[in-house]
């Protein structure tokens, strides 16, 4: 794709290939010591180019957009950059008289600062699981299987199939056997693994609705006339890579022989206008969209029951972090879907629910035209399999904190979330025309 505007990388008067490529660091203080995640905001079409030649080259790990070419005009750039890059690429930036600002400046001591906090408390609350605290793959696994004992009367767990590494893929069936047929609503989270707030919103969401379940008419309601499957973690490996290994781990974990990289991207591995723009074909890159569609066993068996149960299931919600929005399609291209009106007025009343909790501001819209283009999502394949209602949530922050989420914002950002799923839900079991 040529770059729109600007002059030819080649007579950019600084010198890219004098960036030093990141090297994985190792050694003294831990994987992330010294590396800053810094933003941007790229003023006009020479300062795009400059950034988008500069992060596609050193390989830096984009945070917010999620590849170099999702860079634009007047948006947010957040990127993480390694301390041996940041000595090169900061004085560049400087010299190319390219704004930045330092959201994170060491993001090893961040991230040591939360895991630091959460060692001293106790993981479980006094009356029970604690949900204000991030919990590891093992942790939600036990969790499920509790659940399946302790509430049989509403939950019901199995497995749709097995991860590459050969995890099951559990999913939580929720509401009362009350009615032969009903309508239900899939939730997933975490198909991107460094994206922690998703798991955690959707073990908030079933903790809700089994706590308030005999109290509020609103939640009675939805479990009567609805099923909720609940999928906490859909990359399990990536997710269970992010707490041992790499806590910015964002794609599956299959492997790459020919490339020796690892993982593709859940969200790019979709039979939907696979591998068009906003996605990769290159098995290093973050967006990597797999050597074929459904290449990745976890997607390959969600949309195997997708399919299968596309007649009930009404709704499609899909959980990531960060940026406070709400997506609905399309993602892969700039037009209106046909039950525009219906979903339109679905999100509306559904970020407006979410701020009356604490008053946070989500964006909506169409997936491509908020956020950026992106084809083989989940989400515009769930549309196109005849769910009319698909809705991707980009949860909190906006940056200040991206993917390092204090374990004390867990709650304010479930609670508000709570009231925009509510929302849909209710709006769902009203008519629209
Ligand atoms: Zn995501």
Redesign the pocket.
């Known amino acids: 794709m040529p770059l729109p505007g600007g002059r030819p990388a080649a007579l950019l008067p600084l010198c890219l290939l004098c960036l030093q490529a990141a090297l994985p660091l190792r050694g003294h203080g831990g994987r992330y010591a010294g590396d800053k995640v810094i933003r941007v905001v790229p003023e006009n079409a020479r300062e795009t180019q400059i950034l988008r030649a500069a992060f596609n080259r050193l390989k830096v790990d984009l945070w917010q957009p ?1 590849s170099p070419f999702h860079i634009i005009e007047g948006t947010v750039t957040d990127v993480r950059v390694p301390q041996n890059t940041s000595r090169s690429l900061l004085p560049y930036l400087q010299q190319a008289n390219i704004q930045y600002t330092i959201l994170i400046s060491d993001l090893q001591k961040a991230i040591e600062n939360q895991t630091g906090l959460r060692s001293y408390r106790n993981r479980r609350s006094l009356s029970g699981y604690n949900y204000e605290v991030y919990h590891s793959l093992e942790e939600i696994q036990s969790w499920m299987h509790h659940l399946n004992k302790t509430h049989s009367d509403l939950v019901h767990m199995f497995s749709v199939g097995k991860s590459y590494e050969g995890r099951p893929l559990f999913v939580l069936k929720l509401g009362k056997r009350s009615q032969l047929y009903k309508k239900a609503v899939w939730i997933d989270c975490g ?2 693994a460094r ?1 922690w707030i ?1 798991p955690a919103f959707c073990q908030w969401f079933v903790k809700e609705a089994l706590q308030t379940y005999q109290t509020d008419p609103v939640m009675r309601k939805m479990l009567t006339q609805l099923y909720f499957y609940i999928m906490p973690v859909f990359n399990v490996d990536g997710y269970h890579f992010s707490w041992t290994n790499d806590r910015f781990w ?1 794609k599956t974990r299959s492997k790459n022989t020919r490339f020796r990289c690892y993982g593709v991207d859940a ?1 790019r591995n979709w039979k939907v206008k696979w591998c068009d723009e906003g996605a990769s074909f290159h098995p290093c890159d973050d967006t990597y969209c797999g050597p074929f569609p459904e290449s990745e066993p976890e997607v390959k068996a969600v949309a195997h029951f997708l399919r299968k149960h596309r007649k009930q299931i009404k709704a499609y919600l899909s959980f ?2 960060y940026a406070q929005m709400l997506l609905y399609p399309y993602s892969y291209k700039y037009a209106t879907i046909p039950n525009f009106s219906c979903v339109e007025s679905a999100a509306y009343n559904a970020v407006n629910a979410l701020q009356s909790a604490y008053g946070i501001r989500y964006r909506y819209g169409p997936a491509s035209s908020t956020l950026y283009v992106s084809s083989g999502s989940s989400m515009d394949w769930a549309y196109k399999n005849g769910i009319p209602y698909a809705f991707a949530f ?1 949860l909190r922050d906006t940056g200040h904190f991206g993917f390092l989420l204090p374990e004390t914002l867990i709650k304010p950002t479930c609670t508000e979330t709570m009231l925009a799923v509510k929302n849909i839900t209710l709006h769902l079991l009203k008519k629209c025309h």
């Open positions: 999620s198909i991107h994206e998703g964002r969200n990531h972090a980009e």
